[in-house]
Every structure is written in structure tokens, then in C-alpha cells.
Antibody, heavy 126, light 111 residues
Framework: EVQLVESGPEVKKPGESLKISCKGSANSFNGYWIAWVRQMPGKGLEWMGTIYPGDSDTRYSPSFQGQVTISADKSITTAYLHWSSLKASDSAIYYC???????????????????WGQGTTVTVSS | QSALTQPASVSGSPGQSITISCTGTSSDVGNYDYVSWYQQHPGKVPKLMIYDVSTRPSGVSNRFSGSKSGNTASLTISGLQAEDEATYYCSAYTSTSTLVVFGGGTKLTVL
């Protein structure tokens, strides 16, 4: 079965670090990009960035560059989203999703998100 | 402000058809056929309904269809059913450094 399973809900204080995970089945992970999408309370979807676990090629939306770190360990088919210092405004649901892409030679067209994780709720509050 | 513009809400009666628009620019919708539509019920995970402007993934009802004209993509739902009540998001590839953009979402109410 094609699926992505995310880590559980987190409650953190401002300034703390956090890494959440997204584990994929082999057929949802190998040969694909994995993206992260933020949904703040009552708001829409925001694309944060994506990683190709095969070689760790990572692309970020400018809005999230420097704010988070996306990484992956292909040996355990797991992608990660990491914050070094959380803010209250980071409170949101974070989804990982299989990012379909075509291209090569460094130029890729990211055309859809076809398999989604169940979402991880992150709450940052003092 | 989202990069793609969608109406905040639309409504229709059971059995009717509705269309949701998604307006972008020549950097995204206008020059690339990489437009997707997602359905999200309250408290649930987004679900892919349409990709590449008009392609339905396996298992998605043929009541859902997509199209594009110029800088505007559209999602049409025919034969509205109560279960279609949800928020719909469009997204597109963009040639800008953002790479992928979403619309702000359209809440569909089935009257």
C-alpha cells in the first residue's frame, strides 16, 4: 500500500527545537520527492519545500527558507522537518506528501501532491 | 495573500453543477499545465482530485473535471452531492523561486 505515516502531535515552548518525521512505504518514497505543507489554524495550504531522498536535493519556498530544515534518510524511507527555535506562529498542522515531478539536470517541474500523510499538529505555547 | 486567487465560497443545490475558478499569472497557470485541485473536508487530510489541469487520479468520480483558459483554471463538479461539501484548493507549478503555489481555498456549500 502507498502511504506516508507522520509522527504524533507535539506541544512545545517558544525557543525549543523540534523535528517531526514522515515515514513512507518503499513505493511511496523511493524515486519520489517528498514535500511539506503547512496549514495554520483555520487557514489554507502553504507549500514549504521538498526533498529528493535519493540524493537529498532540497528546494525551499522563499517564505520558509532559513526558517526550517528539510532532510531525509533514504535507508529508513523517512523525511524530516526540523525547527531549531520554535515560535508561537509555527503552530499549525504539517503534512508531508509525495511530490510528483518531472525534469532533470537540476530543473524540475513539481506538478502535484498525490499521496498525503495524516498530518502532525504542532502547538507552540508558553 | 495567496498567489492563486479563488473565490472564498460557492454554493449549489444537489444535482446542480458548480465551477470554481483559480486565477494565476503567466508565471504559473498561464504557461504550464501543472494545475492540481485538492478536496479537504473539515479536520481531514487533503485529497488530490485533479492534476495536470484535467487528469483525474484513479478512484476520483468523473463528476469532477478540470480545464484551463489563459491564466485561469477551473474545477467543475457536476451532479452535486452532499458529500461534495468541502473546501477546494488549487495549486500550480510556478517558474518563480516559490516553485509551487496554492490558492486560498473555496468553501463549497451544498444547499
Amino acid at each position: 500500500e502507498v502511504q506516508l505515516v507522520e509522527s504524533g502531535p507535539e506541544v512545545k515552548k517558544p525557543g525549543e527545537s523540534l523535528k517531526i518525521s514522515c515515514k513512507g512505504s518503499a513505493n511511496s518514497f523511493n524515486g519520489y520527492w517528498i514535500a511539506w505543507v503547512r496549514q495554520m489554524p483555520g487557514k489554507g495550504l502553504e507549500w514549504m519545500g521538498t526533498i529528493y531522498p535519493g540524493d537529498s536535493d532540497t528546494r525551499y519556498s522563499p517564505s520558509f527558507q532559513g526558517q526550517v530544515t528539510i532532510s531525509a534518510d533514504k535507508s529508513i524511507t523517512t523525511a524530516y522537518l526540523h525547527w531549531s527555535s520554535l515560535k508561537a506562529s509555527d503552530s499549525a498542522i504539517y503534512y508531508c506528501a509525495r511530490q510528483r515531478a518531472i525534469g532533470g539536470g537540476g530543473r524540475f517541474y513539481f506538478y502535484t501532491l498525490d499521496v498525503w500523510g495524516q498530518g502532525t499538529t504542532v502547538t507552540v505555547s508558553s | 495573500q495567496s498567489a492563486l486567487t479563488q473565490p472564498a465560497s460557492v454554493s449549489g443545490s444537489p444535482g446542480q453543477s458548480i465551477t470554481i475558478s483559480c486565477t494565476g499569472t503567466s508565471s504559473d497557470v498561464g504557461n504550464y499545465d501543472y494545475v492540481s485541485w485538492y478536496q479537504q473536508h473539515p479536520g481531514k487530510v487533503p485529497k488530490l482530485m485533479i492534476y495536470d489541469v484535467s487528469t483525474r487520479p484513479s478512484g476520483v468520480s468523473n463528476r469532477f473535471s478540470g480545464s484551463k483558459s489563459g491564466n485561469t483554471a477551473s474545477l467543475t463538479i457536476s451532479g452535486l452531492q452532499a458529500e461534495d461539501e468541502a473546501t477546494y484548493y488549487c495549486s500550480a507549478y510556478t517558474s518563480t523561486s516559490t516553485l509551487v503555489v496554492f490558492g486560498g481555498g473555496t468553501k463549497l456549500t451544498v444547499l
